[in-house]
C-alpha cells in the first residue's frame, strides 16, 4: 500500500523543502487548513499555527527542535465536531500518540483530519530552544539535524534535548496518515515521504510526487535511535525510582511543587475541562486545615500535594505518551516527565498497553475481562 | 386497607418473595406468610446457584421505586412498604371465592419480640439444649433459642419450643428483655396421668414435670374423674388395664364430660388392638408401654402445641398464591443400596451444599465431616429418587443434573482443581438455554468426568471412610472405583404444603404434586388460587421465578379492579441547601459498653462533637432499639429540630426497617439518618472515629429530591403467537391498551401447526380459545403484516415506529415493551433432508398427521433423529421440546398402529420433569431407544424411495441398519429474533440468538434496559404452556411500570455536574444499566434516574467528579475517609 | 512497648462483604476490632482516589472487598475494582508501599467466617510490615 | 446386521414385554455377581432380547448362569422382573428345543430329578446321575477337588436315600398345570 516518495531538498534547507511540501498540500483544494508549527514574528517563539492560506506558510518550521506545547490538544478542539473540510496537522510521534489517546476518550475525531508525522529526533526544553535559536538563526534548523543525525544533540554545550526526549523509544510517527522520514536519509539532498494509509495515500498521489524507495540505511538507523533511547530510558527509571521509592523521597522529589497544577494544564491527556483538585472537592472548609495541621503538628501549604500527583498517576498513567511538557511546564524544575513517564511504563505493562498505539486498543480502565487479574484478589 | 386490593402468598421462599415483590411493585398489598420463621425458604441454604455459580438473588429487588424495599442483601431479610411478612405462620382454612377470600391463620406465639431483640446472641451462649440443626441438614448442632437463618433480620433470634427445656436462663440474661417465655405457659398445660401402677405415675410424672407441664396423677377411672370434675385439662393419659373402671369406659365418660379433651391411650403390646378400638371412640393416640421418652415427650408436645397456637387470625385477600416449593427425596426411604445414612460420607446433594458453604458445619472447607479429612475425591450419583419406577417417581426431578454439574464445578473452583470430580448419570439433562454449554466446559474447562452409567451400590472401602463404587460402563465392562465421598443427587417431592393444597380444594397428580391448568401452569382448579415457584414440582430457578411472576400475574389480574391506576402519593421534601444540623444519639446499650461506663469518656466526647458547628446536640442514651429508647429519641428530635440524626448503636441491619419507622415518626428521611456500629469497638477512640465518620457522611448529606418520569399507560406487543397474545390479554385485561404487532397474515404463531401437546390437550382449543379473546378486546388493537421500524425512548417512554402493508407507516407512544417473536423449526442440514419424500422434521410430521397426509397403517418402520443440529457448536444448546415431541409423535404412531416398529436415536432423552412417563409409555409400547454419541453419528442412505438409516448400537457393540418407511428429523428451535429488531429495541441477543435477559435466574424476562421484556420462544425454547408462564411473567412485569402514572427513581441515583464534563462518555460506556446517554441537542451527558441503579460505576471512571453519585459523593467520601484516621 | 496495632480501612460492597461484615458480628466471629468499615453500594465506586487518600491520611491497610466475581448486584461492578486496584497496586509500591497494604477479597454474603478470617489475617499481615511510612513524617 | 423382524423372534414375545420399559441404565449388570462369567451382560441380553435377536440369545448362556438371587430386580429402577426375565428364558429354550447349554440343562434335569425322588438333593445321586447323561468319562475327576472339599467338610453323604418319590406328585401337579396352560 504505502507510497514512498522523495521530497528533494536544495542547499541543505530542510525546512524550506518541508514548507514547499505543505504549501503544495494547501495548494490543493482539499486541505482546508494547515496545523503547523511557526515561527511567530514576535520573538521569533515557535507556535503552532493554523494556516488556510498558502502565503502564511513562509516561517513554518515543524522540524524545529521543540514543541512549546503538546498539539495534541490543539487537534483536540479542532475536530471535537465536524467543521466541514480536512484539515492536516503537523505533528510528532507523542502528539499523536496523545491525539489518539484523546480519541478514544471522546476529545477529537480522525474523520476529517489527516495526520502528518515528521521523524523526532528530539526536542528541547521552551527556554533552552531560545537560547539555541540565538545561537543558530536561520540555520538552527538545520544545524540540530545535521547533528543530531549523528547521534550528538548537545550542540551547544549545556543545551540538550529533554531528558523525555533522551528516554523516548517511538521517535517514529507510527500512527501518522504521511510520515516525513529523515532517518537514514540523506538529508543533504532529500527527505523521504511515505504514505502510511489510504488518506495519506489520497494526498500524495494528487502531489504527483516521484516514487522511490525507501532508503536502505532506515530500518538500522531507526532501531540504533530506539535502542540508545531504551538504554537512557532505563537508566532513567533505575535513577528515578532510586530518588522516589519511598514516600519520604517522593515527597523530597516532588518537595519544590507549589501547587500551580501547570504540569496538568501542559498535559495532553489530562483532558478534564476542570482538574478535580480545583474544584469544590478541595476547597476544604477552614477548620479542616487546623485539624490536619493538628494531627501531626504541621501541615504543607498549599496541602494535598503528593495526593495530586498521585492521583493524577492514578487517572493518566495509561495514557501518559511521554511528552514530557509536564516537566517543560513545571515552573520549579520538578523532573516530572521521568517521574510519570517511569510509572507510566509500569502500569502500561501491567496492562499490556502502549498508550497512543492504535485506536482498537481501549483505555485500561474502560474494559475488563472476566477472568483477570486473578493473582491480587485475596490475601494469601 | 381495601381487601380486594390485597393478596395473599403463602410460603416465603424465592418464588413467594419474587410473586410478593412482583404484586407489591404493582402496588397491591401483600402478605406473605411462612410456617417457619424466617425467609428465603430452601435458597437460604444454597450459597451458589447455577449459572453464576454464586448468589445475586438480591438483583431480584425492585429496580424502580428502589426506595420502597430493601437495598440490601436478600438473604439478610426483605422489606417492602407493601408487604407485611408473617413468619411461624400457617393457613387454616380458605373460605370464599375470587377477590374475596377469608383466610385463617394460626401464628406460633413469639417468644422471642423481634422489635426489641437486638441479635446479640447472648442467650445462645446460656442455652443449654442442643439439638440438630435443619439449617444445615442436620450435620450439625444448635441450641434451643438459635438463628434460623445464621444471616437473617429482623426477628433473628427464636426460641425451638419442642427442643426448649424452659429453664428460663436465655430470658433472664436478654439485655434487651426480648425473650418473654413465661415459664408459666406451660404451666397451664395441665395433663392428667390415669395409672393404677405407681411405678408408671410416677415416673410419667417426672418426665412431664422436667418438660414444664403440670402433671397431675389418678390411680384409678374414678379418681381421675373426680379430678376432671373439679377443673379442666388440657390431655388425659389413662392406661387401658385398669382394675374397675377401665380406660376405655374412663374414656367414654370423659368424653361425655368434655368433648375435645385429647385423651391419649397407654397400653400394653398385647392391648394394642382395644387401643386402636379406643380411637374409634374418641381417643387421640395410643402409647405403648414400656414406654419410649421421647415418644412421650413428642406426642405430649404435639398437642400442647395446638393449645398454643391459639393465636387465630382472619385476613381477608383478594387472591392468593401458594409457592409452597418443594421437598426431597429421602434415600433413607427406599432400599437404600447407597446406604445413606449408614456409611457416613454418602450425603445428599442438599447435605453438600452446606457443607461447601460459608456457613455451613465445615465453614465452606472441603473436609469429610466423618474424620475431617480432606477431601481428595467426590462422585455425584444422578437419578436419586428420580426417573425410578420402583418409588413411584416416574417422573425426572428436572434439577438435579444441573446443580450436581454445579456442585462438580464449584467443587474445582474451590479446589484449584485438585479434587476429583465424576458423575455418574443416565441421561445428563442440559435442557435449558446454556445448560448444555455449561455442561461442556464442566468437562473440558474444569476437567469433570461424566460417566454414562448407573452405580448400583456403594460398599465401605478397606480405608475407613472411603466409599466403593461399582457400575459397569456403556459397554458392559465392570468397574470399580473409590471415592472419599458420595453425593445423592435427590431429586424432588411433593412438599409438605400439597396436603395443604389439597385440603383448600386443590387438585393434586399422581405423584401428589399440584395440578395446574393445562396451558397456564400457575393456575389451579380453583379459581383465584394461584400456584407459583416448583410447589407445582420439577422446576429450577429460574422457571420458578417466572412461575412465581406468573402466579402474581394472574393474582393481580383476579384483583385489579380495585387498584388498578392507584396513584401512590409521594411526598417529596423540598430540597434543603442550609447548613447540616445533625443530632447525634450514642446508645450505651444498658450501660454495658464499658468504653462507655465513664462519665468523663463520655463528656470528653460530647464536647468534641459538639464542637463541630454541623453537630447541634450529641447526647448519651440508653437502648434506642427498645420502645422506651425510641421514644426518647422521638423526644430528643422534637426538642432539638436537626435536620439529620446519627445513631451510634449496635449492628445496624437491625435498623434497617426501623430506621424507615423510626423516619417516618421523626419526619425525617431515612436517608439523612445513619447508624454506625459501635457494639464492637474497642476503645473510645474508635467509637470517636466511627461517630466522626458518620458525621461526615450526613454533614453532606443534602436531601436529596426524588426524580420522577411520567408513563405513557400503553404497550406494544411484538409477536402474535400464543407468548405475545397471552401478554397483550394480561395487560388489556388489566385496562391498560395494547398494540399487538405480528409479521405474519394471521394471529396463533406455532399454533396455527400444532396439534396436541404431550398430554394431549389440544393446541386447537387453545388458540380458539384465545384468539376472539384478542381481536374482539376492545383495548388491544392488532396490527397484522407490519414490522417494527424503529423504537426510541425509555420504561415509561417509547416511540415505536411501525410499518403495516396496509396502513404504511405509523408511530405508537408506549410506556413499555413486550418482545414474542417466536421461534421456528431449524432447517436440517445433515441426515439426507431434502433428499426424500421419506425424510420429514417434527414439523412436517405434525402437519401430516394434522391433515391426514400420512396414514400411520401404511407405516412399517419410523426412525427418529435426536439432536439435528443441536447441542452441539454452533447451534450448542437443547430445544427442550423435541424429546418430548418425539415421544408425542411415538406413541400417537403406536396407538394407531401398534405394529409400526419405532427407533428414536438419541444422545440424552430430555424427558423433563413430568414427561418422563411418556419416556416410559414410550418404552413400554415397544418403541426402542438407541444411544448415540455425536462422535459417531448415524449414517442415513437413500436409494431410491429407500431411506437406511445405520447406527451403532452402544450396548450390543454392533451396527445396526434400519431400512426406515419414515426418517423424522428433530432439528430443534430457532429464535426469530432478528438483529434488525433487537437494534431496534437496543437489546441484546445471546450467542443463539436468543433474547439475552438481564440475569437469567433473577430476571428472566427483563432485559438490560428497563421497560422491554421478552417471553415465549424468543426468550429460550420451551413448551406451549412454559411459553404462557414467561408471557404471564413479562406482562407482570411490564404493569409494574404501566400501574404507575410515573416512575421514581431511588434517592441515591448518578448526576451530573455538566460544566465540570469534558464529554469523554466514559461513563455512558461504564453504565451496566445504560442509564446514561448523550443528548446531542444539549450536548449533555444525561441520566435516565429510573433506569440508574446507583452503583457507582460511572463516577469512578469520571476523572474529575463530573459524574458523581447522590448520597456518595467524593467530597462526602474523602471526609469520611478522613474522619477515619482522626 | 505495646504491641502495633494497625489502622486498616475497608471499602466494603454493600449487598456482600458489608452483609458478611454483619454476619460475623452476628455469628460472634472474633476479628481485629480496630478496622474502619466504610460502606459503598459496590467495589465499582470505589475510586482510586479514596484509596490514595486513605494511604496519605496514614492508613496502614486498605481493603476493598466485594461480591464474587459474576455475583455482582450491579453486574460487573467487580470486575472493573479489580481494573482499578490492578492499577494501584502497580503504582503505590512504586513509592514504598508494600503491596500487602492493599488489598482486594471477593466476600460473599454468607461468608462471615472467611470475612474475620481475612480481617484478621490482613492485620496480622500488616502488623509484620509496621506501621505505614505515611504515618511518620509529614506528607505533601 | 440388519434388525430382525422375523416370526421367530416372537417366541421373545413374553420377555420382551416384561423388560420394554428398560432404559439400559446397567444396574442390573453391575448387581449380577454372576456378571463376569457371562458372555454377554445381562443389559446386553435384554438389548438384544428388544431387538429379537434370537439365534445370539439362545445361544449365549447368560440366562443359564442366572443364579436368581434378585439383586437386579430389587435394584432395577424401571422396577423390572428381570429375575423371572431370565427364568422365562430358561423355559422358553426348553421348550423351544433351543438347548445350546447341554451340561447346564443335564445339571438341571439331574438336579431336579434328585429333588423329585427326595424332596431334596442328594449330591452324590444327582451327580451320578449327571456325569451318566454327559457320557463324558473324565468329567468325574474334574469335580474331583471339589468333591472332596465337601467330603471333608461333611456336606457330601454317600449314604443311600431313604424313602423315596417324596414330590412326585408335587412333580405330576406341576406337569398338570403347565400342559394346562401352555
Known sequence: MAITAKINVKDNDISAAIREFFISVLDTEDVSAILIPQHLPMKKMLMPTLVTDPQKLETADPLAPCFPMNAARLVSRLTRKPIGGKILVVLRPCEIRAFYELVKLNQGTMDELIIAGVDCLGAYKNSDYLRFLKQHGDKATEIFYQNALNGKTEITEGIDISPACKSCENPIPEGADILIGLLGADISNHLMIQAQSPKGEAVLKRLNLSEAEEPSSRKEAVSALISKRSSYRDEIFLKTHEATDTLDKLNNYLANCVNCYNCRVACPVCYCKECVFVTDVFNHEPYQYIKWAKRKGMIKMPADTVFYHLTRMAHISAACVGCGQCSNACPNDIPLAELFRMVAWQTQKAFDYTAGKSLDEKPPLSVFREDEFQEIVGIK | MDKNGRAMVVGAGIAGIRAALELAETGHKVLLIDKSPHIGGILSQLDYQFPSDHCGMCRMLPMIDRDDSSQYCLRKGLFHENIEILLSTEIISIDGEPGNFSITLRRKSDWVDSQRCIGCGICVSVCPVDVSDEFNEGLSYRKAIYLPVPHAVPSPYTIDAKACTRCGACEAICPTHAISMSSQERKQFRIL?????????????????????????????????????????????????????????????????????????????????????????GALEYLIKPFDTEAIIDKVFKVYEKFELVHARKEEVGAVILTGGTAFFDPKQDKNTYYYGLLPNVMTSLEFERIFSGTGPTQGNLVRLSDGKPIRKIAWLQCVGSRDIQINADFCSSVCCMFSIKEARIVKEKSNGSIETVLFYMDMRTDGKSFQRYRDQAESLHGIRFERAKVHSIAPDADAGDLMLRYTDISGKLHEETADMVVLAVGQRPSSAAKLAESVGIGLNSWGFVQTSPFSPSKT???????????????????????????????????QRATCNVQRAKTDAPLLQKPPRILVAVCVCG????????????????????????????????????????????????????????????????????????????????????????????????????????????????????????????????????AGMTAALGIADHGFEVDLVEQGEKLGGNLLWLNSSI?????????????????????????????????????????????????????????????????????????????????????????????????????????????????????????????????????????????????????????????????????????????????????????????????????????????????????GIVPNLSNSLTHAFGVSSDQDGFFQEADSKWRPTDSMTEGIFACGLAHSPRSVSESVATAEAAAQRALRILTKNQLSAGRVTAKVHHSLCSLCERCIEACPYEARMIDPEEEKVMVNPARCQGCGSCATVCPNGASYIQGFSRQQMLAVIDAAFI | MTEFEPNIIAFVCNWCTYTAADLAGTSRQSYPKNMRLVRVMCTGMVDSQYIIKAFMEGADGVLVSGCHPGDCHYINGNYKARRRMKMLKEILPLFGFEPQRLRLTWIGASDGIQFAETMRELTEQVRVLGPSQAKSGMVL | MKTEHSEASDILAPVRKMVQACIQCGTCTGSCPNAFAMDYTPRHLWRMVMMGLTDEIFNSLTFYLCSACYSCTLRCPRGLPLTEAMETLKQIAVKE?????????????????????????????????????????????????????????????????????????????????????P
Not at chain 2, 533 to 548: P, T
Open chain 2, 193 to 281: 396421668v390415669v395409672d393404677d401402677e405407681m411405678i408408671v405415675r410416677s415416673s410419667l410424672m417426672e418426665i412431664l414435670d422436667t418438660e414444664g407441664y403440670s402433671a397431675e396423677m389418678a390411680e384409678s377411672g374414678q379418681k381421675a374423674l373426680e379430678k376432671l370434675a373439679q377443673q379442666p385439662y388440657q390431655l388425659m393419659l389413662t392406661d387401658i388395664k385398669m382394675p374397675g373402671m377401665d380406660g376405655v369406659e374412663l374414656l367414654q365418660k370423659a368424653k361425655s364430660l368434655y368433648p375435645d379433651l385429647p385423651v391419649v391411650m397407654m397400653t400394653a403390646y398385647a392391648t394394642v388392638e382395644t387401643a386402636v378400638e379406643a380411637m374409634k371412640i
Open chain 2, 525 to 559: 382448579n380453583r379459581p383465584g388460587i394461584f400456584i407459583g415457584g416448583s410447589f407445582s414440582g420439577l422446576k429450577d430457578i429460574s422457571e420458578s421465578v417466572i412461575q412465581a411472576s406468573a402466579a402474581a400475574f394472574n393474582a393481580s389480574k383476579t384483583i
Open chain 4, 97 to 181: 428345543n433351543r438347548l445350546v447349554n447341554k451340561p447346564s440343562q443335564l445339571f438341571y434335569r439331574n438336579f431336579m430329578e434328585s429333588v423329585r425322588r427326595h424332596g431334596r438333593v442328594r449330591e452324590t445321586e444327582f451327580m451320578t446321575l449327571y456325569f451318566m447323561d454327559m457320557k463324558h468319562p473324565f468329567l468325574p475327576f474334574r469335580y474331583m477337588p471339589l468333591g472332596l472339599k465337601l467330603l471333608r467338610k461333611g456336606k457330601l453323604s454317600f449314604q443311600l436315600p431313604s424313602g423315596g418319590n417324596t414330590l412326585d406328585a408335587l412333580f405330576r401337579k406341576a406337569v398338570e398345570a403347565e400342559e394346562a396352560n
Open chain 2, 759 to 971: 398430554e394431549g390437550y389440544s393446541m386447537q382449543t387453545l388458540l380458539e380459545e384465545t384468539l376472539p379473546k384478542v381481536e374482539k378486546h376492545p383495548l388491544i388493537h392488532v396490527h397484522t403484516q407490519t414490522r417494527v421500524v424503529s423504537s426510541y425512548g425509555q420504561a415509561g417512554d417509547f416511540i415505536t415506529t411501525i410499518e403495516s402493508k396496509e396502513t404504511g407507516v405509523q408511530t405508537i407512544g408506549h410506556g413499555v415493551s413486550i418482545l414474542a417473536v417466536g421461534g421456528t423449526e431449524a432447517i436440517p442440514t445433515a441426515y439426507g433432508y431434502g433428499k426424500s419424500s421419506n425424510i420429514v422434521t417434527q414439523k412436517e410430521l405434525e402437519e401430516k398427521l394434522r391433515n391426514k397426509t400420512l396414514d400411520p397403517l401404511k407405516l412399517g418402520t419410523v426412525v427418529m433423529i435426536q439432536c439435528v443440529g443441536s447441542r452441539e457448536e454452533p447451534r450448542n444448546y437443547c430445544s427442550r421440546v423435541c424429546c418430548p415431541t418425539s415421544l408425542k409423535h411415538a406413541l400417537y404412531l403406536k396407538e394407531q398402529n401398534p405394529d409400526i416398529d419405532i427407533y428414536v436415536l438419541y444422545r440424552d432423552m430430555m424427558s423433563c420433569g413430568f414427561a418422563e412417563a411418556y419416556y416410559t409409555q414410550a418404552r413400554k409400547s415397544g418403541v426402542i431407544f438407541i444411544q448415540y454419541d455425536p462422535s459417531n453419528k448415524p449414517e442415513v442412505k437413500i436409494s431410491g424411495n429407500e431411506v437406511r438409516v445405520i447406527a451403532d448400537e452402544p450396548i450390543i457393540g454392533k451396527k445396526i441398519e434400519i431400512a426406515a418407511d419414515l426418517l423424522v428429523l428433530a432439528a
Open chain 2, 591 to 722: 450501660n454495658k459498653n464499658p468504653l462507655l461506663r465513664g462519665a468523663g469518656v463520655c463528656q470528653e466526647l460530647v464536647k468534641e462533637w459538639m464542637s463541630d458547628p454541623a453537630v447541634i446536640v450529641a447526647e448519651f442514651t440508653d437502648q434506642i432499639c427498645s420502645e422506651q429508647g425510641e421514644k426518647s429519641l422521638a423526644e430528643l428530635v422534637g426538642k432539638h429540630k436537626p435536620d439529620q440524626v446519627l445513631i451510634a448503636a449496635c449492628l445496624p441491619y437491625v435498623y434497617g426497617k426501623r430506621r424507615r419507622e423510626l423516619s417516618q415518626r421523626i419526619g425525617i428521611d431515612p436517608l439523612l439518618t445513619e447508624v454506625v456500629d459501635i457494639s464492637s469497638l474497642s476503645d473510645s477512640e474508635m467509637i470517636r472515629c466511627a461517630v466522626g465518620m458518620g458525621i461526615e457522611k450526613l454533614r453532606r448529606m443534602e436531601d436529596l429530591p426524588i426524580e420522577t418520569l411520567p408513563v405513557k399507560q400503553k404497550a406494544l406487543v411484538v409477536g402474535g403467537g400464543i
